[in-house]
């Protein structure tokens, strides 16, 4: 399996757009779904996008308007471009290679800090 490395977090004010990548060791061309997820502090892991090989995207309906997932199977890389920020978006954001049968690759995360 591949090994997943998320970049491109970092602290920016309310309304402030940032841009999440995740490098992938190998090709993501075989990885079906994969998608960026997030955790803030004593809340439970959710799903902020996800995405399958044929360009299909899951997300909740709340962030459909900001958060903009793609991925470039050519650049083994996946993206999350997040607009308009909001200090309840604050949390830790997780890259996954979904392989199915409930096996799954995590990066190590990359934090995202909004201010008000």
């Known amino acids: 399996q591949v090994q997943l490395e998320e970049s491109g977090g970092g602290s920016v004010q309310a309304g402030g757009s940032l841009r999440l990548s995740c490098k992938a060791s190998g090709s993501i061309y075989n990885i079906n779904l994969m998608g960026w997820h997030r955790q803030a502090p004593g809340k439970e892991r959710e799903v902020v996008a996800q995405?399958?090989?044929?360009?299909?995207?899951n997300q909740p309906v709340s962030l459909r308007d900001r958060f903009t997932i793609s991925r470039d199977d050519y650049a083994n890389t996946l993206y999350l471009q997040m607009n308009r920020l909001k200090p309840e978006d604050t949390a830790v954001y997780y890259c996954?290679?979904?392989?199915?049968?409930?096996?799954?690759?995590w990066g190590q995360g990359t934090q995202v800090t909004v201010s008000s």
């Open positions: 996954a290679a979904h392989y199915g049968g409930n096996y799954d690759v």
């Open positions: 995405i399958t090989r044929g360009g299909n995207v």
